[in-house]
């Protein structure tokens, strides 16, 4: 549906959730070569809603191998 015929809400809950797709180690040379300093990258997994001693292991393992399938980047200008 064109944003243009959706109410304002409805709008902000089709945005595109992924718009492009980058491997952590090609965002971060991106990153470098625009003058930016990383300071904080994390990747972490998508399905966080269950909670159980299994799923915690799962998660930290995941997080600590950077397999997650997302990525959170803080940088600063150098």
Not at 6 to 35: E, N
Request: proline residues 5%.
């Amino acid at each position: 549906m064109p944003v243009g015929l959706m109410r304002a809400a409805d709008a902000l809950r089709y945005v595109p959730a992924h718009l492009y797709y980058f491997k952590r180690d090609q965002l971060l040379a991106l990153l470098r070569r625009a003058g930016f300093e990383p300071v904080f990258v994390r990747t972490y997994g998508r399905w966080r809603s269950r909670r159980g001693p299994a799923r915690r292991a799962y998660d930290a393992a995941r997080d600590a191998l950077c397999l997650g399938n997302k990525i959170r980047v803080i940088a600063r200008k150098r």
